[in-house]
């Protein structure tokens, strides 16, 4: 079932979070919601299951407004950062709770909950109380808890987020094989890069209360359309460096870069400020564009090796090259940027 | 320097020590220790009374002592002695009849009042009325009937007085009899289990506290969850109101339900739009009002209490049971109720004890009334019993009996408390050990 | 869920159960201030007339100034005795290291939750005993003590949240244990001691079943007794008189209830006395 957010606004008493957010999402989809803490995505989320009201604009679930109708009104499963289990009651309560409040029969009841204790792999925690479980366990009760009854919607807010890092990595698979297979639209809220692009077909990025770009992960690394996605996808991060266009060419001290053919004579004119971003993959000694500079830190991380390129001008690019590492602090280096993969940005932010 | 590093802990602790240890500690074991004296308005307090009192007499008339003693110790002598002169010339006698009865007639002891008033007869400046002459006798009258001796060696001289000289032996036998101060018993516990009235007290004290609490708890999670409910500024208000109670000086507080309740109140005036004759509604229902006055005290506490406790239920877990189809009515029943079943244990516990014993609110708005024990509870006929009394005994032994149980309850009441409490914790090492 | 609307039915249901405190406190303040009519409960016009016992005294029952005087004494004694005791003692439990320090705070816990007035008949006849039945000192110090333990306890748990490190600075700097405590201590600790003294002021000023018992005498009168054999007595019965005293009885402890609200609820929550 798609799902449709128009010009959806939320405020706060006098504080305006969300502005005219316009989201579409497909059918079975599955949508990150990606952004620094505070940027609106949990308001959103809530939005969609009814738990805050919406200031103005619409949602829609299919062809079924449903921006007015309260929480227990839709069919949405929601999984909670904390997992909000209910502390009181067995897993096997746990998960019979929504089906109890609908006033399934007894026997329906069972069924479902053992057919979901199946499919994560828990029918041996059924008895316990959420305090004797561990993290991962009380993760999948919180899952089992919101699939159990067949939501159209499934809402998920930073469900890996309480998690040890071995365990992230296990059920980021795990949420993605079930989504799959209960084929619900999904909305995954979290702040965690790597988890929104290997868990969803698409990102949504938000900062401030607005979307800023929404695409595949390959769009978003590969083309961001300003430089705060850019800086917040990737990682090691992007470097930025402010210069001039001089002879179509980009320019600031110790680095000059021929600007591609697309951009030279339509989209920018002599002496305008531009700034240009390149990732730390992009700068290694075998590319051609010389860049020349000082050797200012360098972080060993084992596979890789990271420098910090200080240029004349106190400009400063990062590099990652697998292997040994190649230099020291304090040497001077010519090495050289990968021209077609670096990105421009105008004054305004938005990428040439 | 280092002196007062020594010393400094007794410096801090011992001013408090001392005066809970005396107002505080020591009253609950004299409690225990009253309970098992006779002690009331008539034995006094402190040290030992002797009186002859008819009831003496009669104890001394049914023993094996001679009877023409025993109606010594009933009978009255005219003495003329200095302190009976003094007496009568601080009279409005004429100075000069008080002057020939003190040259004439000083040291001389009647065995009657005729004998005296014979002896009056003979002076030349005598008291001319009869009114005088009982004047002159009621100065000089020595009798040991309800006279107050303190000590043996007193009543001795008492004796004497009235010219009685005894033995050793019936002297003892004396002693004993008129000796009204309190004594040892064990008697107060008998009593209490023999009489009628404990049992009349004990089913009030269970009616009242069981009624009460079902309408204090009840109300308080009412008012807490409701309040949880709404909008902050309302329930601020709401709580804010429902501590008032609280708040209020007892006196005040009662003041107003009596008013809210007299015949000329609030109550009256409201119930006359439907027809109902003015009453003292109080007296009516003394019950519902007692219950009343006291539950809304007492849902303030744990309205407080249980409030807290909702809003430490995480906030998601209600988010969850929201998305989960669970509208408030199946919240507060599935999620909230059983999320707070360790405060709603507490709260009951705690104002079951501190019901039994609390007597304050019942004292000002009926004290046990109207008519005989309505309302008398245990704590508040302990009071009675022991402080207050129409019939002007005051037995104090008796009512420290009665205040032994509620003292227990207030001991088993501090040991729960107790229990709630990380003890551990609250006795960590100082950590600058000197 | 967030942000609540108002839901009418349940305000208008929290109205009704809470009609009679509405109702009782501000006709406590109507009454005082109006004409009484016997055979209507609004006021018919504006009157001073209940507020005479001010200038007057009410024949039989004295003068409200002396109840006033000796209310304030007793309220103030009681703070001053509890504030000073309860700052000295909470300190030594929380920390500093003496012989059967963990018994006394056993006791001090079992004390605090005691419910004191059952203790009333052994204190009358201890009172009478030692001599201090009847005076205004003997109640002050049955009262002071029996707060104490709550008094202590509340000390003793905002000592409790006074960092180490901040005396453990104070001594390496030179100063002994008593200046670390009235120097550097005790002012971490000024709201304890401004909440403990409202509270013990409160206690105080409401006091009813120990000056009755333990200074009936016509002199030693405080407020509450006063007010209670005014509404007792059965050749009186003005209420118009009778909210008039009780408004003018009840406005220190409904300043202090309103300014410090926050604070008080804490303490009520705490889990005093019944």
């Not at chain 2, 014979?118 to 005598?126: E, I, P, T, V």
């Not at chain 2, 109300?219 to 708040?247: D, E, H, N």
């Amino acid at each position: 079932m798609e799902i449709r957010l128009e010009k959806f606004c939320k405020s706060f008493g006098p504080v305006k979070v969300i502005e005219d957010l316009d989201l579409t999402i497909g059918d079975c989809e599955m949508i990150a919601l990606l952004g620094p803490s505070g940027c609106g995505k949990t308001t959103t989320l809530y939005a969609v299951c009814g738990i805050h009201r919406v200031t103005s604009g619409r949602i829609w679930f299919g062809d079924k407004d449903v921006t007015a109708l309260p929480p227990q009104e839709k069919n949405v499963g929601v999984v909670f950062q904390s997992f909000a289990l209910y502390p009181h009651l067995s897993v096997y309560e746990n998960i019979a709770f929504p089906l109890r409040i609908r006033k399934d029969s007894r026997a329906d009841i069972e069924r479902k909950v053992n057919e979901m204790a199946g499919v994560l792999h828990m029918e041996e925690l059924l008895d316990r109380r959420p305090g004797q479980l561990s993290g991962g366990q009380q993760q999948r009760v919180a899952l089992a808890r919101a699939l159990v009854r067949r939501p159209e919607v499934l809402l998920m807010d930073e469900p890996l987020a309480n998690l040890d890092a071995g365990l992230r990595l296990e059920m980021r698979s795990e949420i993605r094989r079930i989504q799959r297979e209960s084929g619900c639209t999904s909305i995954l809220v979290t702040h965690d890069q790597v988890e929104a692009m290997s868990m969803c077909d698409r990102i949504a990025l938000m900062n401030e209360g607005k979307i800023q770009q929404i695409g595949s992960p390959d769009d978003m690394y590969h083309r961001p359309e300003n430089k705060f996605i850019a800086g917040f996808i990737g990682n090691p991060p992007i470097s930025f460096a402010d210069g001039k266009v001089e002879d179509g060419c980009f320019v600031t001290e110790g680095l000059r870069i021929e600007l591609p053919d697309r951009i030279k004579g339509a989209a920018v004119s002599a002496g305008q400020n531009i700034s240009v971003g390149v990732r730390p993959e992009y700068l290694r000694p075998d590319f051609a564009t010389p860049i020349e500079g000082e050797i200012t830190f360098i972080e060993t991380q084992g596979r890789e090796v990271l420098y910090d390129l200080t240029l004349a001008g106190g400009q400063v690019f990062r590099s990652i090259q697998s292997g040994e590492q190649v230099c020291g602090v304090g040497d001077r280096i010519r090495w050289g940027i990968d021209a077609d993969s670096v990105f421009f940005f105008g004054e305004d932010g938005n990428r040439i | 320097m280092r002196g007062i590093r020594r010393f400094l802990p007794a410096l801090f602790m011992l001013p408090a020590s001392l005066s809970v240890t005396l107002f505080f500690v020591i009253p609950v074991f004299m409690t225990f220790v009253f309970s098992f004296t006779t002690m009331s308005s008539d034995t006094g307090i402190l040290g030992s009374r002797y009186i002859v009192s008819e009831a003496t007499i009669r104890t001394l008339k049914d023993g094996d002592l001679d009877a023409a003693l025993v109606r010594q110790l009933d009978s009255r002598v005219f003495a003329v002695n200095e302190a009976g002169l003094a007496a009568l010339r601080k009279s409005n006698l004429k100075p000069t009849v008080v002057k020939e009865i003190e040259e004439k007639l000083s040291g001389k002891v009647y065995a009657s009042e005729k004998q005296l008033f014979a002896a009056l007869k003979g002076l030349s400046n005598r008291p001319r009325s009869f009114k005088d002459r009982k004047m002159v006798s009621k100065a000089v009258v020595q009798t040991l009937k309800n006279r107050e001796f303190t000590t043996p060696k007193e009543f001795r001289a008492g004796l004497a007085s009235i010219g009685i000289e005894v033995t050793d032996d019936v002297f003892d036998v004396l002693l004993e009899v008129a000796n009204t101060s309190w004594k040892w018993t064990t008697g107060n516990y008998s009593e209490l289990m023999a009489s009628d009235f404990t049992w009349k007290i004990l089913a009030n004290t269970a009616f009242y506290v069981v009624l009460t609490l079902f309408f204090n708890v009840g109300l308080a999670l009412v008012l807490a969850l409701v309040t949880f409910y709404m909008p902050s500024g309302q329930s601020k208000f709401f709580r804010a109101v429902w501590l008032i109670p609280r708040v209020s000086p007892s006196v005040i507080y009662i003041m107003l339900w009596r008013w809210l309740s007299f015949d000329g109140g609030f109550m009256s005036y409201i119930l006359g739009f439907f027809g109902v004759q003015p009453e003292n509604w109080l007296n009516e229902f003394p019950w519902t009002f007692v219950i009343m006055a006291n539950g809304f005290v007492g849902a303030s506490m744990g309205m407080i209490i249980f409030a807290s406790a909702v809003v430490a239920i995480p906030a998601d877990v209600l988010h969850a049971a929201e998305v989960d189809g669970a509208y408030p009515w199946q919240q507060v029943r599935r999620i909230i109720l059983p999320l707070m079943a360790w405060p709603i244990l507490f709260i009951t516990t705690y104002q079951t004890l501190s019901l039994m014993t609390s007597f304050e609110y019942i004292l000002l708005l009926t004290d046990g009334g109207p008519g005989f024990f309505t309302t008398e509870v245990w704590a508040l006929n302990a009071y009675h019993t022991a402080l207050s009394n129409y019939y002007g005994n005051l037995r104090y032994g008796f009512g420290a009996t009665l205040a032994v149980v509620l003292v227990a309850v207030g001991i088993a009441m501090s040991l729960i408390y107790l229990r709630l409490f990380d003890f551990k914790k609250l006795v960590a090492e100082p950590q600058i050990e000197n | 869920m967030d942000d609540r609307k108002t839901n009418w039915p349940l305000t208008i249901f929290l109205l009704i159960i809470s009609a009679p405190i509405l109702i009782m406190y501000l006709w406590l303040f109507v009454d005082s201030v109006s004409e009484i009519n016997t055979d209507s409960i609004w006021p018919t016009e504006f009157t001073l007339r209940n507020w005479r016992f001010l200038v007057e005294e009410i024949p039989g029952h004295g003068s409200v100034w002396t109840a006033l005087f000796n209310t304030t004494v007793f309220a103030s004694s009681v703070v001053a005795i509890v504030v000073i005791l309860s700052s000295t003692a909470g300190y030594a439990l929380s920390r500093l290291k003496f012989p059967y320090r963990s018994e006394f705070l056993g006791l001090v816990l079992l004390l605090h939750s005691f419910p004191s007035v059952t203790l009333i008949i052994s204190i009358f006849l201890m009172l009478r005993m030692i001599g201090l039945f009847d005076t205004l000192i003997g109640v002050i110090l049955v009262k002071a003590s029996l707060e104490l333990p709550f008094g202590i306890w509340i000390m003793k748990g905002f000592y409790d949240t006074v960092p180490w490190e901040i005396e453990m600075a104070g001594v390496q700097d030179g100063a002994s244990r008593f200046q670390v405590w009235y120097k550097l201590v005790l002012p971490q600790i000024m709201p304890g001691i401004a909440a403990l003294s409202i509270f013990s002021f409160m206690a105080g000023w409401s006091e009813f079943v120990l000056p009755l018992i333990l200074a009936p005498s016509a002199d030693m009168r405080l407020m509450s007794v006063y007010l209670a054999g005014l509404v007792n007595d059965d050749y009186l019965s003005d209420y118009g008189l009778f909210k008039a005293v009780g408004l003018f009885y009840i406005i220190p402890v409904m300043m202090f209830y309103l300014f410090t609200q926050d604070k008080l609820m804490n303490i009520y929550g705490g889990g005093t006395k019944g």
